[in-house]
């Protein structure tokens, strides 16, 4: 069954407060998703990228213990993200950053990239490895696409897309002079000012959305 889209629980929870439950038994997805999955690993070799097709994580079901987020995990194809009508209930994790101040870590996604290429972003994200806590997830990505430490970090919420991947969002505030070393993965990077409104004219409103959410 898909998780569907939309808000499907709501923090904020430490990072000890999440806990993943690994299912042995891997996802297979369905003989169209596969062919889907298939052909979109080639269309990204195509215009240059690695590619890295492999093993990820599905989020199989979610539930709030007291205070604590369980996560029910299971192995299955990264290339299935990538079907547009049908991520089969992928798990991403995305690490927003702010400063102390309340400024926005934004990047501009790399040509080659898988997802939102040559587009500005916030903060950084990538699929949930094999065996990690999506907590884990989220300052591992923090590190290795900015090279950045947090001060704080907490897992705000757990979210249906409408392509059926399953995002943990996560909040990381910086210090004020925090100076991003950037990854390969992006070409350009600023800090956007706190206030949403000031953001630039070509932010995306799927990220003002994301904003306001996380500032509510």
């Known amino acids: 069954m898909s998780a569907g889209s939309g808000i499907l629980a709501r923090g904020p929870w430490q990072s000890d407060q999440v806990e993943a439950r690994w299912l042995e ?10 062919r889907q ?24 079901g979610w539930r709030e213990e007291g205070d604590r987020l369980v996560l029910d995990l299971q192995p299955m194809r990264w290339a299935v993200r990538l079907v547009e009508d049908n991520a089969c209930d992928s798990l991403t994790a995305l690490c ?70 399953v995002m943990v969002v996560g909040l990381a505030t910086v210090p004020d002079g925090a100076e991003p070393v950037p990854d390969h993965e992006h070409d350009e990077w600023a800090w956007w000012p706190a206030d949403i409104a000031d953001w630039p004219a070509d932010a995306d409103d799927r990220l003002k959305l994301m904003a306001g959410l996380l500032s509510a």
């Open 96 to 165: 927003v950053v702010r400063t102390a101040d309340g400024r926005w870590l934004a990047g501009r996604r790399a040509a080659w990239v898988s997802t939102w290429a040559n587009r500005w972003a916030l903060g950084a994200g990538g699929a949930v490895d094999l065996g990690e806590s999506p907590a884990q997830t989220l300052s591992r990505e923090l590190d290795e696409e900015w090279q950045l430490e947090p001060e704080r970090l907490s897992v705000e919420a757990l979210l249906g897309l409408p392509n059926g991947v």
């Open 25 to 34: 038994e891997a996802y297979v997805p369905p003989a169209d998703v596969v």
């Open 37 to 60: 999955a298939d052909a979109a690993v080639t269309g990204l070799r195509q215009r240059g990228s690695p590619a890295h097709d492999g093993m990820a994580t599905r989020l199989a």
